[in-house]
């Protein structure tokens, strides 16, 4: 009795509760926060009323389609109740994709129209519906998914947007450990929240290789695992003994790889497949040890230190063989039209000691191991275009295309302005903006990572065409891709944490018009988009809290400093008298004067909590 009396307590208590969830309330969104900035806003001093048994009309796509079946499920997460009708009836949201193309929009562009009565998404294509939505859900309170609301209270207003470069990429690194299929699928739909639609999948370096092969099983069996030590770090030079047993990593299987590319194919995104060719290539040849230049006994490192150069033997026609296989075995697995094949720097000693790779050198004219380099990559860029592939591969030291089409992914602006003015059409990648291994604050403070720091103020600030840039050249710079090469990352709330909030600067630096970026009206957004990630269960850096600091010498016994933040609603408290601050110093409201030669000390405060360390910085 006592127990049922305990459950039945228990369950009038959950029905209060249930009650008081379901209970919801009104608000009025007054400033819309949206990441990418669209190309242009039109407000008015109108307003909408969004309740939640709102009706929606479909036109120019099925109630089957991808995107449909997107918006209402997502609606449904927002606790609005959407009801489809016809579109005779008498509808509150209309999704159109139009029958006669827009010019300005293009394939990935939309209008999304709020009047008094109506809210209509309409765009050219499917795609372009899909992103007209992403920018509508970020309208609703940040709130949204954890709160019901009825009604909600719009601004009307007419919204026209479309992308400034056709390549926004992510490129993500399995190789240095292995992420399972549902975090892939979990970082795709952050990509689509904020209209990224590239994702390169580095599938094959020099710690695993995680494509299943039927031809080639060792590199599965062997190439996709490695031996592990836990108490170890990345930078430590770690040797397999022949009788450990390689337990850590995996693969993904066939049918993996194409849940992975219909779930991203549905979202817009394209799933492009990526290699390290010849160099990095230590699971082939501890699996396959015949390709390479000396047969020896390769294994798979654990760290960053890997021995012997992984390279493979070019002057072997059995490794070409091998090459064209594996390219045969990817293309069936992954659509699309693009494959990355590498090309990253490498050492090459064994081909300086080779005699079948000195051969092929004579026999095919060329002068050095550089072009012995591009020549092997030719090959297998030529194998892709007769599987009607496009090669991607890194910027490589030659003056012209591996094959008609193909894409250079610059590792410098410079380097990506050359190729483009060879012809080549270019995907800016430059580590300085782009990688995203390195630390987004001080380092004392955050996850093990990549040496340097790229914050997200810093990030914010890339431009994929340098302003000297011919306009002719610029024409062949598509897009942007920003990696994370997961060494240090052992665990996939760190892969977040290290992807964001830098990949919401990113999206916005590649989609929104250059005269739309403001890094103020930026920075405010992501306060509001933290909120947004924070209910969808990522990780995310807060940001850096190095303080920012400016000086203006006004004469010589006086200079103006200026202090600011990467995050909003910092406090930066400050003493000039040689001693540490605390929350009891002098706080940072406005410029400042201070005489030369002062040490000027800084302690920022988030959430009325210290961050970081203190900053001192030495006067002129």
Known sequence: MGIMRKNGLLGVMGLVLLLAMGCSKTVKVND???????????????VFLLEDNISIAISGLGQNSNTVKYILNSLRHGHIQPKLVSKNEQSVMQLIVRDSLDPQLGNEGYRLHITPDSITLAANTEQGLFYAYQTFIQMLPSDILERSYDPITLPACMVVDYPR??????????????????????????????????????????????????????LNTVGSWRVYHRNKGWNDT???????????????????????????????????????????????????PQFSCDNGRYTIPYGAISGTAPILC????????????????????????YVHIGG????????????????????????????????????????????????????????????????????????????????????????DYCLFSRYQGNPDHQPEARDGISTLAHVYSFDPIPLSTPKRNALNIIGALCILSTEYFTTEDVVEYMLLPRLLAFSEVLWSPGESQTWNRFRRNVEDQKIRLRAKGYSYCEGSFIPIVHTRKIDDNTFSVTISTE???????????????????????????????????LLPVYHDTPQDSVYEYLLP
């Not at 292995?178 to 975090?183: D, G, I, K, N, V």
């Not at 860029?381 to 890194?394: G, I, N, Y």
């Not at 295309?401 to 990648?429: E, F, R, T, W, Y």
Request: proline letters at 8%.
């Open 32 to 46: 819309l926060k949206i990441i990418p900035e669209p190309v242009s806003i039109e407000m008015t001093d109108q």
């Open 165 to 218: 470069y056709a390549w926004r990429g992510l490129l993500l690194d399995v190789c240095s450990h292995y992420y399972s299929p549902l975090f892939i699928k979990k970082l795709l739909d952050l990509m689509a929240n904020y209209k990224m639609n590239r994702f390169v999948w580095h599938l094959a370096d020099n710690h695993a290789w995680r494509i299943p092969s039927k031809k080639y099983p060792l």
């Open 238 to 288: 770690i040797v397999p003994r022949p009788n450990e047993r390689a337990t850590y990593g995996g693969f993904y299987s066939k049918e993996d790889i194409a849940e992975i590319v219909n779930y991203a194919a549905s979202l817009g995104i394209e799933v492009i497949p990526a290699i390290e060719l010849p160099g990095h290539c230590s699971p082939i040849l501890a699996a396959y």
């Open 314 to 337: 070019a002057g072997n026609d059995s490794t070409l063989l091998f090459i064209n296989d594996i390219l045969d075995e990817i293309a069936e697995l992954f659509p699309s039209k």
């Open 344 to 431: 990253h720097e490498t050492s090459m000693d064994n081909w300086r000691s080779c005699y079948k790779c000195r051969k092929c050198m004579m026999d095919n004219h060329l002068r050095d191991e550089e072009q012995l380099f591009v020549w092997f990559l030719r090959q297998a860029a030529q194998h892709l275009r007769e599987l009607d592939r496009t090669p991607l591969s890194w910027n490589l030291p030659y003056d012209a295309p591996l094959v008609p089409g193909a894409i250079v992914g610059a590792q410098s602006l410079s380097s990506g302005v050359g190729a483009a003015q060879a012809g080549n059409k270019v995907i800016m990648c430059p580590p």
């Open 567 to 601: 995050v909003p609603n910092t406090y930066i408290f400050y003493t000039t008298d040689g001693t540490t601050p605390s929350r009891n110093s002098q706080v940072y409201v406005s410029p400042f004067l201070i005489a030369p030669n002062t040490t000027l000390k």
